[in-house]
């Protein structure tokens, strides 16, 4: 299985927002809505911001949101923080019973 | 929340088995949740190595499958990766992580450091 291709770096002003991709096939993204986001900071496990495609768990900032169109899901955050200054990365359950990551998208606030 | 531990050896030698334990705190091994581990390559992306469920169902990584083993111990609420035949390429940090169900990885251990080395 391919890893989803995300973009290797996004970055923004405070206040502004950016939006990451998640590219797949039909075979993964586009067949679930099992797509989940994470937010990794340097030496620290990752953390669920946004699952099954768009929804927000609790404790996660609504600055952050996703969604989906065929198979490519998408990251966005606005309000951008200098927090926010991370790893982030998508996955996928695929239609043979296994998850696939996304390649990472280093996140810069300038 | 479910809290995650990992366990094991910090240095493998080549052609050798990587065993690791993770430790499961505030829920059962036998609730209805799937277990998993995961890797990452020091300075690289994420890496899902496979899943099980306490029933003894579970899938894994196709370019892991020969070399992989997951188990569940209900006595001790743990589970297992084995890993085995490693070479320098599976240094990584290796963690145990939660799915419900819903497809996310919802709760992860701090990881645990394993270095292939003579």
């Known amino acids: 299985q391919s890893a989803l291709t995300q973009p290797a770096s996004v970055s923004g002003s405070p206040g502004q927002s950016i939006t990451i991709s998640c590219t797949g096939t039909?075979?993964?993204?586009?067949?679930?809505?099992?797509v989940t986001w994470y937010q990794q900071h340097p030496d620290k496990a990752p953390r669920v911001i946004i699952s099954e495609v768009s929804n927000r768990p609790s404790g996660v900032s609504n600055r952050f949101s996703g969604s989906k169109s065929g198979n490519t899901a998408s990251l966005t955050i606005s309000g951008l923080q200098a927090d926010d200054e991370a790893d982030y990365y998508c996955s996928s359950y695929t239609t043979s019973d296994t998850y696939v990551f996304g390649t990472g998208t280093k996140v810069t606030v300038v | 929340q479910v809290q995650l531990q990992e366990s094991g050896p910090g240095l493998v030698k080549p052609s050798g088995t990587l065993s690791l334990t993770c430790g499961v705190s505030?829920?059962?091994?036998?609730?209805?949740?799937?277990w998993n581990w995961l890797r990452q390559p020091p300075g690289e992306g994420l890496e899902w190595i496979g899943q099980?469920?306490?029933?003894?169902?579970?899938s894994s990584n196709p370019s892991l499958k020969s070399r992989v083993t997951i188990s569940v111990d209900k006595s001790k609420n743990e589970f297992s990766l084995n890993l085995n035949s490693v070479t320098a390429a599976d240094t990584a940090v290796y963690y145990c992580?939660?799915?419900?169900?819903?497809?996310?990885?919802?709760?992860w251990g701090q990881g645990t450091l394993v270095t292939v080395s003579s």
């Open positions: 099980i469920h306490h029933s003894g169902g579970g």
């Open positions: 039909s075979s993964d993204v586009g067949a679930y809505n099992y």
């Open positions: 505030l829920a059962s091994i036998s609730g209805h949740v799937w």
């Open positions: 992580a939660s799915n419900p169900g819903t497809g996310q990885f919802q709760y």
